[in-house]
C-alpha cells in the first residue's frame, strides 16, 4: 500500500501561503513544489518554460494569443500534440500528469494550481486554503517587493481574481470557499511561525502520522 501523503495549499496573495507551505514541507520532511512545477513541466514535455509561466494559474476560456497561438518552433521531437495548437488546457494536462506523478513518487506539498482537485482521488490528502487579513497582506507585499501600498492592493486583487478564475475553471469548486477544502486559517491571526504550528497539528491528526 501507498504510505505517501499529499498537502495542498491554496493562497491568497501575501497570506504568506508559499513561507508556511515550505516550512511544513521542512518540518515533515516531504517534497515542496511551487514554481518548481513550471521547471519539471518544461522538463517532461520537452515545451519551452516561458509557455508555462505566461500560463501559469491561469483559466483557459480561450487560447491564448502572441506565444500561445504560435505552432511548436520551440518543442523538441516527438513531444508535439494532435492538435500542433498550445492552449492553457493542454498546459494544464502537461502539469496535472507532473503532479500525479510526483504525488506517485513520494510525499509531497504542493502549493496552487489546482493540486488538491488533481490529487482528489488521492486517500491521503490534506487541502488547506491560508487567507489574511487585507491590512496584513499589504503590509506583507509593500515590504517584500518595496512598492505602494496603492500598488500592493492592485498587485493582490489581480492576481486573487486570476487564482479564483484559474480555480473555479478547472476544479468546478470555488476558490477560497470553506466546503471545499479541509482547513481554511487566517495567517494573521496566529502569525507565520504559529499557523506552521497548528496546520502541522491538523496534519499529523488528519492522517495518523
Known sequence: MNKNFIINIG??????????????????????????????ASEESGLCCEFFERAD???SQSIIGGLFSMRFPFVSDGAVPATNCLSNDALFKVQSDVIRKLA?????????????????????CVNVFISCS????????????????????????KADRKRAEYYNYYSYKKWGAAETYHLCIDSSVLG?????????????RRLGL
Do not use: N, W
Request: proline share 1%; aromatic share 6%.
Open 11 to 40: 493562497r491568497q496573495l501575501g497570506s504568506g501561503g508559499r513561507e508556511i507551505g515550505e516550512k511544513l514541507a521542512a518540518r515533515l520532511g516531504i517534497g515542496f513544489y511551487d514554481k518548481e512545477l513550471i521547471k519539471l
Open 57 to 59: 494559474e491561469r483559466a
Open 104 to 124: 506517485h513518487q513520494h510525499s509531497c506539498l504542493f502549493v496552487g494550481r489546482c493540486a488538491d482537485y488533481i490529487l482528489r482521488d488521492h486517500p491521503r
Open 134 to 157: 487585507r491590512e496584513e497582506r499589504i503590509r506583507r507585499l509593500c515590504r517584500i517587493h518595496a512598492i505602494s501600498e496603492q500598488a500592493a492592493e492592485e498587485m493582490m486583487d
Open 192 to 204: 507565520i511561525d504559529a499557523t506552521v504550528d497548528f496546520v502541522e497539528e491538523f496534519v499529523r
